[in-house]
């Protein structure tokens, strides 16, 4: 059974803090690891990929891998009330036929000024 | 631009209509796939396709067909035999192989019953 686990949230941060963002799945052999960002009655948005174990950087995100512990987490630093959306977590896992996507219920971020 | 172009972002279904939604991709991406989103609910896949004239059910494909005639495009009906059609439909597509593997979405279709 390929499943992606995300807390629903909501999750709440002041402006100007670390927002976490966490992420667990089933399959130890996975490939590779997004995260997504939704805003209300908008489609995902493609944020970040992961595909190797440590840390990506990308300008205020930050994205975490850890195969071994099967999660992977995101960092938003410097919240912005902008940020405010939902976050989806993808997983490729090994074997999937044609390569779909597994996704989480996603994670509900709010960034209060 | 390269992207993905779903059409109509509305659309207004009588109960025992068919409708198709369509989606358009020229990002030449391989696979296509169809998602549906409820309130509060997670990307459920519908069905799925990586080369023309093959596709593949997903995990709630009652009710839904799909074509792949061409590699551009994946339009989906929404048949009368589903019963709770009222959703947010999600198309996207991905390279495959050695391609890049992010997948990107369309706009999305809201679809309602009346």
């Known amino acids: 059974q390929k499943e992606v686990e995300q807390n629903s949230g909501p999750l709440s941060v002041p402006e100007g803090a670390i927002a976490s963002l966490n992420c667990t799945y089933s399959d130890r052999v996975s490939q590779s690891f997004f995260w997504y960002r939704q805003y209300s009655g908008k489609s995902p948005e493609l944020i970040m990929s992961?595909?190797?174990?440590g840390d990506k950087e990308d300008g205020r995100f930050t994205a975490q891998l850890n195969k071994a512990s099967q999660y992977v987490s995101l960092l938003i630093r410097d919240s912005q009330p902008s940020d405010s959306a939902t976050y989806l977590c993808?997983?490729?896992?090994?074997?999937?036929?044609?390569?779909?996507?597994?996704f989480g219920r996603g994670t509900q971020l709010t960034v209060w000024p | 631009d390269g992207g993905i172009t779903q059409s109509p972002k509305y659309l207004f279904r009588k109960e025992g209509q068919n409708v198709t939604l369509s989606c358009e991709q020229n990002l030449n991406h391989d696979a296509m796939y169809w998602y549906r989103q409820d309130p509060g609910q997670g990307l459920r896949l519908i069905y799925y396709s990586q080369i023309v004239n093959d596709f593949q059910k997903g995990d709630i494909a009652e009710g839904y067909s799909v074509s792949r005639e061409k590699k551009e495009s994946f339009p989906l009906t929404v048949t009368s035999a589903q019963k709770n059609p009222t959703a947010f439909y999600l198309c996207?597509?991905?390279?495959?192989?050695?391609?890049?593997?992010?997948?990107?979405f369309g706009q999305g279709t809201r679809l309602t019953v009346v």
């Open positions: 993808a997983v490729n896992f090994r074997g999937s036929t044609l390569g779909r996507l597994y």
């Open positions: 996207a597509s991905k390279g495959t192989g050695s391609k890049p593997l992010e997948a990107f």
């Open positions: 992961i595909y190797s174990n």
